[in-house]
C-alpha cells in the first residue's frame, strides 16, 4: 500500500477528510495553539513554519495518512494515522508485522467541539486503518483526564489495555497516568 492508493477526500459522518491546502493550514493555526487544544496534547504549542513543513512532508511518507476535517468550507478538525511495524521476531525479516500497526489521534476546532466530530473522524480513521491499509492492529493514546478523548476510543468499540500509573508527564501537572486502547481487524470487521 502507498500513499497514492489512499483516496481522497474520504466521509466521515457529516465532515470529509482530504489533504490540507495552504488556506487549510492557515485556518487550523487559528485554533491550533488555543489553550483548550493543547492541555492535554503531547505536542503542545506549534511553530507555524514547522507546522506547514510537517504536513508537506507527511503528504509524501507512504507511512503518514493525516487528513484535515472539513464542514463545508470550514476546517474543524485534523486526523492523523500513521503506520508502524508491530513487534515481530527478526529472523523473519519481511514478516506479517512488517508496518501491521497504526497510531491515531485527532484533535478538534474547541468551536465545534460537543458534536460527536471527533468521534467520526476517529470512526473514518479506523476505516481508513483497517480498510484500505489492511492493518492489524491500530492503538491510541492519552492522559487518563482527557475524558473526552478516551470516551470516543470507547463509543467506537476500542479496548483499554493500558493504564499506566504516573507513565506520563504534563507541564503543570506533573507526573499523571495514561491510558492506552487498542483494537484488533477483526474486532472491527465483527463489530460493522
Ligand atoms: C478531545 C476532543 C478531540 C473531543 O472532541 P469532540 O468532537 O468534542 O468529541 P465527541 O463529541 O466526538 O465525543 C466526546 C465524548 O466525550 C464526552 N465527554 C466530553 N467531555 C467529557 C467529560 N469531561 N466527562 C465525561 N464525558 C465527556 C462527550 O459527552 C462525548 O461522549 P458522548 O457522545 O457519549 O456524549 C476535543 O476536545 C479536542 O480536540 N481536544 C484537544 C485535543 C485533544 O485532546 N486531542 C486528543 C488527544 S489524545
Same mark, same amino acid.
Given at each position: ?13 457529516? *465532515?470529509?477528510l ?6 487549510? *493550514?492557515?485556518?487550523?493555526l487559528?485554533? +491550533?495553539?488555543t489553550?483548550?487544544?493543547?492541555r492535554?496534547?503531547? +505536542? ?6 514547522a ?10 511518507d507512504p507511512?503518514?495518512?493525516?487528513a ?12 492523523a ?9 527478526? $529472523?523473519i ?5 512488517r508496518r ?5 489521534? =485527532? ?8 458534536n ?6 476517529a ?12 492493518v ?10 482527557n475524558?473526552a ?12 489495555e ?7 508527564? $504534563? ?7 495514561? =491510558?492506552? =486502547?487498542a483494537? *484488533?481487524?477483526?474486532?472491527?470487521r465483527?463489530?460493522?
Amino acid at each position: 500500500m502507498t500513499t497514492s492508493d489512499v483516496q481522497w477526500p474520504r466521509p466521515a459522518g457529516p *465532515l470529509t477528510l482530504r489533504q490540507p491546502t495552504d488556506a487549510d *493550514l492557515d485556518q487550523i493555526l487559528e485554533w +491550533r495553539n488555543t489553550p483548550e487544544v493543547t492541555r492535554w496534547l503531547i +505536542r503542545t504549542e506549534v511553530e507555524p513554519r514547522a507546522f506547514r513543513k510537517t504536513w508537506l512532508d507527511g503528504a509524501g511518507d507512504p507511512n503518514d495518512h493525516s487528513a484535515v476535517a472539513v464542514l463545508g468550507d470550514e476546517v474543524v478538525g485534523t486526523g492523523a494515522l500513521w503506520i508502524t511495524d508491530a513487534m515481530g521476531q527478526s $529472523h523473519i525479516d519481511d514478516g506479517p508485522w512488517r508496518r501491521a500497526e497504526a497510531g491515531i489521534g =485527532y484533535i478538534l476546532d474547541p468551536a465545534h467541539a460537543g458534536n460527536g466530530y471527533a468521534t467520526e473522524i476517529a470512526r473514518a480513521l479506523l476505516d481508513l486503518a483497517f480498510g484500505d491499509l489492511g492493518v492489524h492492529r491500530v492503538t491510541a493514546g492519552c492522559f487518563a483526564d482527557n475524558t473526552a478523548s478516551w470516551r470516543i476510543m470507547e463509543k467506537l468499540g476500542m479496548r483499554r489495555e493500558q493504564h499506566g500509573v504516573r507513565d506520563s508527564w $504534563h507541564a503543570e501537572l506533573g507526573w499523571v497516568d495514561g =491510558y492506552t =486502547y487498542a483494537m *484488533l481487524a477483526e474486532e472491527w470487521r465483527a463489530a460493522r
